[in-house]
């Protein structure tokens, strides 16, 4: 009777499982090279923003478009407690999740006053404001110039920035690498569980009627503050590994900053919206999309007939009509709209409706999988 | 890993100990540094490596020795970015971000460069072929670090890296894999970094260069003109800044109205009314060339017309309009149409003849991009010279490169070395806008040295 | 006095622009009931065809305006009938998302087309200046004024008399009932966003033909910043958007010509509006002018 | 004060226009109570005001002795009040289950900490309470729908489902809003065969607003009806339905009178 329960509950997603613990650890065994390794390492730091972006979008229907606020948030109070005040790995972790964390908890309180469109511009704005304290908080952030994360220390039990395993030897990258994919899976079996549970379900209640939600003595606006802190104190975390990656940080412009939320967003549209695993299959699809356009650009460059010039250029000097950025760019904005138009259940969706159809193939029983978009923003 | 950092501390630590062996005999140079000569043939002092430092008696401190002689020192082996008859370098640009305006064109000038080299040079040494890899770093850091290790093991060096963010951002990188890298910006700090090459006259230099021209020299004005300063809000601002101050300080001006901008900044009518009512008479731009323009626009539409007085950025060749004819600005290059330069002479030949299809006319930042690329190839050869084109070789061949000859196309030559060996160059031209003289519409106006300049400490 | 004057007309012109992007903002609100982030897109595509025709082409600027306009209308209502009309029954945030992507799209779309970073274009009016009272203002800051006068003039006598112009009105109280009235939805989403795409391009081509090389693709996100102005006047109200867009105008150049230096920090003036914003919203969550949304069990 | 629920002079207006005027009524224990009443007489307004969504201006409500007059919907819930809506008010992307298990949110004590971890009694509560949420599927026969969103199950069987919900949440007093509205004879039948084996089973107080006057004749005990916000007739289902102002106050709909 309490089957139901458990975490997996087919046999597929034991062995999916199974898998993606054995891809982690195997994966920097196999790949040496500090690109891909850098890759896969964003790709976990998009992984863990989406994770928490799922969270509040996702299972509670609140519309953000703030998530690199917090990533910010993070990286700067990871470099600032990690960096320059020496503090140990978990120390700094804990300081960007809480400093994140409160910051989300600190909007919450917009979010129970302002819904949906409003809400979204909330979060924009959110996007401008840390920028701009980020820009000009020198002693903190070193303001416009930046501020280097050197030095960050990423040892518990074991030293993660100098790995060495039975005589193996890791580099910095690979170290980090597994450091994220750790805090990544650890995240991802919280996030599983806290769904499963009754706090869980309450933010998908609140989600899909927010009113009967109260009605039926769920504190609406207690869990609306604390899935803010929660999603931005992953998202916290994510900024203090991007910092450990990157070991520069600088604010940038709030404009680029809102295309970084986007991408947050896209991550878990492409994905799966209010699926667990939705947001590491969007960041490991989108991820390394650019790169693979980088590393595959010649393979691309089917002539134009017109013009006999090749599709992409491979530089900004060379002929060609858009350079690889640009391609990659522009596939991203195509997949997010097609996403939305036609798969608005993401990858994780696909994957269900593959599956369904070819157990139905074998079985003809007529079980139509579940088809309602889990993403119900009250209007 | 520390087996890693303990050969790169021991490497940087041999070179600094060459490099003073090298200072110390070439220690009367001036900042006017027209001598060529030490830091080639010097380098065979490596008796000290072995002796005074016991910290360096760790493994891999040997690569010096084998420089010794003039002579070709035997085919490079091959090393990350050299196959054995190819060289490629990073490029580290702006190619979608808000600096595509400058990273375009800077990396096709120095392709034009390359492919000089390549086609009439028969390449580095003679052999080897220069091969361009650009990344985009759409002039942010972790883009740049994701696009410096992608690009890192397949570069014998990083010949551009474009702003000063994605700079600071892989130079810890830089210095962990000791790769020399050349900013594509003027930070008089880059002077201080090991690892980095930069080119021509820091910003810092440039603005007291313009404001002593102005204050003594012009005719225009002096320190009884009311002069103000409009900033962009990153390190290139805060340097050029730091440079005019200092300055306004020995020159004996203040500065009335100090102003900042962000880069994406789209209205300026606030700053421009403020520097109208402060009364500025003298306007020093350390800003970037796409907003300044959209600010000298805003100024002729509020009626404003001060003179203006910019740093390199500020300015973008495709000016033009009611009020620009008070545009002076601190540049490197000479005039584009001053045949008595022989560089010139050759980049104007050399762009005709390598210029990408589309057809575009000369300006300064083609000019930038080609004329970096200079001291890259003379480190290139130097490093073929010596038998290296390992990473640590050309780190090496950087602390014994010297001067590097530009035929003109800088203010002054540049002298290599380890960074408290190197003789930055100092010297800016100043020019004023033209319309009637193509393509850079820049005529000159002088050239100079200020003597504060020698006062000044580069990120002091 | 000179000073708070002179930026107080440059601070309205600025709004006039942040009223003209929001005016396309809310018409697509007031009939669809979300919000359009492709607007950014719209703005910048329709300046840069303007640019071609008037600069590359030679054509009259009027005149090229004029073909932007009408050809930015077509370009909407394309995307429209391609993209959006297929989403009509999704929650707003996936919509919004679209539009999201459909910004991406032709923000990229833009530097293919014309691949130099920044382009100068000039309006007619450069340069020239009235003096009223030491007050210098510019022709093309009246143009701007005059332009979102006539804009709103016009929308408010659209909404109010001609058959669509109400028809679109009732479709965005009640879908339902205005169908069975007769009205056409579809065809009351498919001229707002024409008018969407067509105010869009005289948005751009206020904020970026002033003489430098204001024209990049970065103009696209510069229309966000006119999304506080819509917010701020109500997100379904035209008069709204103008008396938002001035008061964000105004908040924004007075705060970056007196507050330039103090501890609130550099350039603080670029986040005023999100403040101005955030400060009416609590204690009007609806906006100024915006219909309050009643909530129903 | 024998009462469960007590409604005491309760007033509600909005923008001036009076929705309820000084409206009583008591429910006993283990009984059930009908509202009825015309259109707009303020049936649905008096259970909004009771469980707080709305507040009235003047008069008082207690459940079980205590006051819970403009107390928040989810406290109110807390203390021992549940609902269903007119209009259905389910969470249409979870299942049976968990909508169930929703029911019972107010009973379980995991918090963020203890459901991430899922260690001790998050988990040995997670268990008994889905335990007593299989066996109200059980006794409401739901057991064909489980594991399905119920967006996707028919309308019938989510009014039954909503109304499980509201059980599940073990209230003193279960406020039903049109429990069989729009629902064809045999499934108001399956409704009504539900709403009286929970009361023999778990003997909970209800009260029900609903127009199908046979319906109510069957289930009530005792009915109140609103006219224009105010209550014209309480009392025994013979003694209303034969009293004239009530009546009176149904012409015009005479499908509704019995």
């Known amino acids: ?379 | 890993m520390t087996k890693k950092l303990w050969l790169v501390s021991a490497l940087l630590l041999t070179f600094a100990l060459f490099a003073a062996a090298c200072g110390s005999s070439d220690d009367s140079g001036d900042s006017a540094g027209s001598d060529t000569t030490e830091p080639t043939d010097g380098s065979d002092t490596t008796a000290p490596t072995d002796g005074t430092e016991p910290a360096d008696s760790g493994s891999d401190a040997t690569v010096a020795p084998d420089d010794g002689s003039v002579e070709p020192a035997g085919d490079p082996e091959p090393a990350p970015g050299f196959d054995g008859e190819t060289i490629k370098l990073g490029y580290l640009t702006d190619e979608s971000g808000p600096l595509a305006i400058l990273g375009v064109p800077l990396t096709t000038g120095s392709q034009i460069y390359w492919d000089y080299v390549n086609e009439e040079l028969g390449g580095v040494g003679g052999r080897y072929q220069v091969e361009l890899a650009t990344g985009d770093t759409k002039d942010d850091p972790s883009s740049a670090v994701q696009e410096y290790q992608r690009l890192k093991d397949d570069s014998v060096l990083f010949a551009q890296i474009l702003s000063t963010p994605p700079t600071q951002a892989v130079l810890e990188f830089l210095k962990e894999d000791n790769i020399v890298g050349v900013p594509g910006s003027l930070a008089g700090t880059w002077a201080n970094e090991a690892v980095l090459m930069p080119n021509g006259a820091a910003y810092e230099y440039e603005m007291i260069n313009i404001a002593d021209w102005f204050v003594n020299d012009s005719g225009l004005g002096g320190v009884d003109t009311v002069q103000c300063v409009v900033s962009v809000n990153d390190l290139y601002g805060e340097v050029g800044l730091d440079g005019l101050e200092y300055a306004a300080g020995e020159l004996g001006f203040e500065l009335t109205e100090k102003r900042t901008m962000n880069r994406n900044d789209t209205d300026f009518a606030a700053t421009v009314s403020a520097l109208d009512q402060a009364g500025c008479e003298a306007v020093y731009a350390i800003t970037v060339p796409r907003e300044q323009s959209t600010m000298m626009a805003e100024a002729a539409t509020q009626g404003f017309d001060p003179i203006w007085l910019g740093a390199l950025p500020s300015y973008l060749s495709l000016l033009a309009g009611p009020n620009f004819e008070k545009f002076y600005v601190a540049l490197d290059n000479p005039d584009f149409n001053d045949t008595s330069v022989p560089g010139m002479v050759d980049f104007l030949e050399r762009f005709e003849t390598y210029k990408p299809d589309s057809g575009a006319e000369p300006n300064s930042f083609f000019f930038s991009g080609y004329y970096q690329q200079i001291a890259v190839h003379a480190l290139l050869e130097k490093a073929v010279e010596l038998g290296d084109l390992s990473r640590e070789g050309i780190a090496n061949a950087m602390t014994q490169l010297g001067e590097v000859e530009t035929d003109g196309l800088t203010a002054e030559n540049y002298v290599y070395g380890a960074p408290e060996d190197r003789i930055p160059t100092s010297a800016s031209r100043i020019f004023v806008y033209d319309p009637d003289n193509p393509p850079n519409l820049l005529t000159e106006l002088a050239l100079l040295d200020s003597e504060l300049n020698d006062g000044y400490e580069l990120g002091g | 006095m000179d000073k708070f004057l002179q930026l107080f007309v440059s601070g309205v012109a600025l709004g006039g622009i942040y009223a003209l992007i929001a005016l396309g903002f809310v018409v697509i609100y007031k009939a669809t009931g979300t919000f359009n982030f492709a607007q950014g897109g719209f703005v910048l595509l329709g300046t840069y065809l303007t640019y071609q025709l008037a600069v590359e082409w030679e054509v009259n600027f009027y005149l090229s305006t004029l073909i932007a306009v009408l050809a930015m209308a077509g370009v909407a209502m394309l995307i429209e009938r391609t993209v959006l009309r297929r989403m009509m029954d999704q929650p707003a945030f996936t919509i919004i998302l679209v539009t999201v992507g459909i910004l991406l799209f032709l923000q990229q779309l833009v530097p293919i087309i014309w691949d130099e970073p920044g382009l100068r274009f000039a309006n007619p009016w450069l340069g020239e200046v009235v003096d009223i009272g030491g007050v210098s203002i510019s022709h093309a800051n009246i143009w701007t004024v005059v332009y979102a006068g006539v804009v709103f003039g016009a929308f408010a006598l659209f909404f109010k008399f001609t058959r669509t112009g109400i028809g679109m009105q009732a479709a965005a109280l009640d879908q339902e009932a205005a169908a069975a009235q007769g009205i056409s939805v579809a065809r009351s989403f498919q001229v707002s966003w024409a008018i969407a795409g067509a105010v869009g391009v005289l948005a751009g081509v206020m904020l970026t033909a002033r003489g430098g090389d204001a024209l990049t693709p970065a103009i696209g996100f510069v229309a966000l910043r006119a999304l506080p102005a819509m917010i701020l006047g109500g997100l379904d109200s035209p008069g709204g958007a103008v008396v938002g867009g001035v008061i964000i105008g105004v908040a924004e150049v007075l705060t970056a010509g007196y507050l330039e230096y103090e501890w609130l920090g550099a350039n603080f003036s670029s986040v005023v509006p999100y403040l101005v914003l955030i400060f009416v919203l609590l204690f009007r969550p609806s906006g100024l002018f915006g219909t309050k949304e009643v909530e129903r069990v | 004060m024998s009462a469960v629920l007590e409604v005491d002079g309760i007033s509600l207006s909005f923008g001036g226009l009076r929705v309820l005027n000084e409206v009583s009524f008591a429910l006993e224990p283990a009984s059930l109570l009908a509202i009825i009443g015309p259109n707009g007489a303020g049936k649905t307004s008096v259970f909004n005001c009771i469980n707080g969504v709305y507040r009235p201006f003047e008069g008082s409500i207690h459940l079980d002795g205590e006051e819970i007059t403009g107390a928040r919907p989810a406290s109110i819930a807390e203390r021992g009040l549940a609902r269903t809506f007119q209009n259905l008010a389910l969470f249409v992307n979870l299942d049976v289950v968990d909508n169930l298990m929703l029911g019972r949110h107010h009973l379980m004590k995991t918090g963020y900490w203890a459901g991430a971890l899922w260690v001790g009694r998050a988990k040995r509560e997670e268990h008994v309470h889905r335990a007593r949420c299989h066996e109200l599927i059980d006794l409401l026969e739901l057991g064909d729908h489980v594991g399905r969103p119920v967006g996707l199950l028919p309308y019938g069987v989510q009014k039954r489902i909503e109304f499980g919900r509201a059980v599940a949440m073990e209230p003193k007093v279960l406020l039903l809003d049109e429990p069989v509205a729009g629902m064809n004879v045999e499934e108001t039948e399956v409704m009504a065969g539900d709403i009286t084996s929970v009361r023999e089973e778990l003997g909970m107080a209800m009260i029900m607003v609903e127009h199908d006057m046979q319906l109510v004749m069957g289930l009530a005990e005792q009915i109140v009806c609103l006219s224009f916000g105010e209550v014209i007739a309480t009392g025994d289902p013979a003694t209303v339905a034969a009293d004239p102002e009530v009546i009176a106050a149904y012409l015009g709909t005479p499908e509704d009178a019995v």
């Open chain 1, 1 to 379: 009777m309490t089957d139901d329960l458990r975490l997996l509950r087919s046999a597929g997603a034991r062995i999916g499982a199974a898998l993606a613990v054995a891809a982690v650890v195997v994966t920097p065994l196999l790949i040496s090279s500090d690109f891909w390794m850098s890759v896969f390492i964003a790709a976990g730091v998009f992984a863990l923003g989406g994770l928490g972006l799922n969270l509040l979008t996702g299972y509670t229907g609140q519309a953000s478009l703030g998530q690199a606020a917090f990533v910010l948030i993070g990286a700067y109070t990871a470099a600032w407690f990690g960096a320059d005040k020496g503090w140990p790995m978990l120390l700094w972790m804990a300081a960007a999740m809480l400093a994140a964390g409160l910051v989300g908890a600190a909007i919450g309180p917009f979010a129970l006053r302002f819904k949906g469109n409003y809400l979204v511009v909330v979060s924009i704005a959110l996007v401008f404001v840390t920028v701009h304290v980020l820009q000009n908080w020198d002693s903190f952030s070193g303001g416009f110039n930046g501020k280097s994360v050197g030095g960050i220390s990423l040892s518990f039990l074991v030293d993660f920035g100098d790995l060495s395993i039975f005589g193996k030897q890791f580099t910095p990258e690979q170290g980090l690498f597994y450091l994220t994919w750790i805090v990544v899976g650890l995240a991802t079996l919280a996030v599983a569980n806290i769904i499963r549970t009754r706090p869980g379900r309450a933010l998908q209640a609140i989600r899909d009627r927010d009113v009967a939600a109260e009605v039926i003595g769920i504190r609406v606006a207690r869990n609306k503050v604390i899935v803010f802190a929660l999603s931005g104190a992953m998202a916290g975390l994510a900024g203090g590994l991007d910092a450990a990656r990157v070991g520069f940080l600088t604010p940038g412009v709030a404009e680029s900053q809102l295309l970084l939320s986007i991408r947050y967003v896209a991550v878990i549209v492409v994905g799966g919206v209010g699926t667990v695993v939705g947001a590491i299959v969007g960041a490991l699809f989108l991820g390394p999309l650019p790169e693979l356009v980088e590393e595959f650009s010649d393979k691309i460059n089917f002539t134009v007939p017109l013009v006999d010039q090749p599709l992409l250029k491979d530089s900004a000097t060379s002929e060609g009509i858009m350079s690889n950025a640009v391609f990659s760019e522009i596939l991203f904005s195509i997949l997010l709209v097609v996403f939305l138009m036609f798969q608005p259940r993401g990858l994780v969706g696909l994957w269900h409706r593959m599956v369904a159809s070819l157990k139905r193939r074998g079985t003809p029983t007529d079980d139509a999988g579940p088809d309602i978009e889990p993403v119900a923003t009250p209007h």
